[in-house]
């Protein structure tokens, strides 16, 4: 890590138990006058949307409360059409990552709609016309991140499409646990695993960087004590707020390095064979890590400290593995499926997944060279 390439993103995050509260005032100084929100029906039924009515009141002048899983392109043509009825100067994102990645989705739309003056999209330095405000309910991590997916149809196969541009990621952030206590044993479980995962591909990430590093050395730390227990007692306020924690650094690790094999598969595994996100990265982590241990070992060596797993007296490589074994088991333990066959995905469909993965620049960023698609297809069989 003797160079790096560093881009930071202007950003608030407020962050801590109650700090709903204070989206209001933040609205005020953001100028948000015409604010539309995106979320999902458990946030109405839980009664987060209704917090955020009666907080915004009349700024509040539209909402989207049906976004479903992977964001289906249909909704993105949907939200846009009310976002533009009720000329919106503002969005908020509410929810997992699919809400915000449909508020990303309609900024950049609005973006491209409204725009007159010629920013270089890849500057780190553009603002957007419509900013977001992020308020995660999950542990998915893309409040922090620049990047949004969308699925829709290509030649016939459902594929997740991803967007990369500095305007869209929130500029304002509010991570509130107590949104968080209602969060079902099994989404907690496998957010959590996702976070996790973002952690440990920002560590052998090929664009890594001292403080891609940080965040997801302390990330792991924060899960690994935390996710557990928000597992077994959802309502453990101080539980929830330590993972929110270890979800807010591994986001930031995720939104600054570039992902690998893990996280290409899980975009196919989402977008082509419609595996749930968090259940693609609970399945498919631990086989991933396995595939790139020969090549990253001494990266994970972290991983596997921040665990609890020390070196001792054995090789590298040894203490990785058992870390590796370690996030499998507390898979199981968390009552997540372990086999791509216990969620649908067919074995006669492995070779097509593969072949799609293969072309993934995600998978093409990976540590460990991949020149073949037979090699992921042995990493799918491995999880199948
Ligand atoms: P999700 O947003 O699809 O939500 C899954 C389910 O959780 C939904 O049914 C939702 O209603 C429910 N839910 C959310 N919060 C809840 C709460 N507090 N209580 C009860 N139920 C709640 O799933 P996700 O795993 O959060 O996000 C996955 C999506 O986000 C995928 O499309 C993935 O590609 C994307 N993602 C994007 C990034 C990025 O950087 N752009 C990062 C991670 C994930």
């Known amino acids: 890590m003797?160079?790096?390439h560093y881009t930071s993103y202007a950003q608030e995050v407020i962050f801590g138990p109650?700090?709903?509260?204070?989206?209001?005032?933040?609205?005020?100084?953001?100028?948000?006058?015409?604010?539309?929100l995106c979320s999902s029906g458990s946030l109405r039924r839980d009664g987060s949307i209704a917090a955020i009515e009666s907080a915004l009141g009349e700024r509040l002048v539209a909402i989207y409360e049906r976004t479903q899983s992977h964001v289906p392109d249909f909704q993105v043509a949907e939200a846009l059409e009310l976002a533009e009825q009720h000329e919106v100067d503002a969005l908020i994102g509410m929810g997992g990552g699919s809400p915000l990645?449909?508020?990303?989705?309609?900024?950049?739309?609005?973006?491209?709609?409204?725009?007159?003056?010629?920013?270089?999209?890849?500057?780190?330095?553009?603002?957007?016309l419509v900013p977001i405000v992020a308020i995660p309910t999950t542990y998915a991590g893309s409040e922090m991140t620049p990047v949004y997916g969308v699925t829709r149809e290509v030649d016939g196969v459902a594929r997740k499409l991803t967007v990369?541009?500095?305007?869209?990621?929130?500029?304002?952030?509010?991570?509130?646990?107590?949104?968080?206590?209602?969060?079902?044993?099994?989404?907690?479980?496998?957010t959590g695993i996702n976070a996790l995962a973002h952690c440990i591909e920002a560590l052998y990430s090929i664009t890594r960087n001292p403080l891609s590093t940080a965040a997801?050395?302390?990330?792991?730390?924060?899960?690994?004590?935390?996710?557990?227990?928000?597992?077994?007692?959802?309502?453990?306020?101080?539980?929830?707020?330590?993972?929110?924690?270890?979800?807010?650094l591994a986001g930031t690790a995720l939104a600054h390095v570039t992902m690998a094999l893990h996280h290409g598969l899980c975009h196919i595994l989402?977008?082509?064979?419609?595996?749930?996100?968090?259940?693609a990265n609970s399945i498919m982590l631990p086989h991933a890590m396995r595939f790139n241990l020969?090549?990253?070992?001494?990266?994970?060596?972290?991983a596997a400290q921040a665990m609890g797993i020390p070196l001792a007296d054995r090789s590298v490589e040894t203490a990785v593995e058992?870390?590796?074994?370690?996030?499998?088991?507390?898979?199981?333990?968390?009552?997540?499926?372990?086999?791509?066959q216990d969620v649908g995905v067919q074995e006669a469909d492995l070779p097509r997944l593969a072949q799609l993965a293969f072309q993934s620049r995600t998978v093409q960023s990976n540590p460990k060279p991949i020149t073949d698609a037979a090699q992921i297809e042995e990493v799918l069989r491995a999880a199948w």
Request: aromatic share 4%; charged share 20%.
């Open 18 to 36: 109650g700090s709903l509260a204070r989206l209001s005032e933040a609205i005020d100084r953001f100028g948000g006058r015409r604010v539309m």
């Open 101 to 128: 990645g449909l508020a990303k989705a309609v900024s950049f739309a609005l973006e491209e709609k409204r725009g007159e003056v010629a920013i270089p999209t890849t500057s780190s330095l553009a603002q957007p």
């Open 294 to 302: 020969d090549a990253t070992a001494p990266q994970l060596l972290g």
């Open 322 to 340: 058992e870390a590796v074994q370690h996030i499998y088991d507390m898979v199981g333990q968390m009552n997540l499926p372990q086999h791509l």
């Open 164 to 190: 990369t541009n500095a305007k869209i990621t929130p500029k304002l952030v509010i991570y509130d646990p107590v949104l968080t206590l209602g969060l079902s044993p099994s989404l907690t479980a496998s």
């Open 270 to 279: 989402g977008g082509t064979a419609g595996v749930p996100h968090g259940i």
């Open 216 to 248: 997801a050395l302390n990330g792991i730390r924060s899960i690994m004590h935390a996710l557990p227990r928000c597992y077994s007692a959802g309502d453990d306020l101080e539980a929830r707020t330590e993972m929110l924690a270890g979800a807010f």
């Open 2 to 4: 003797n160079e790096f």
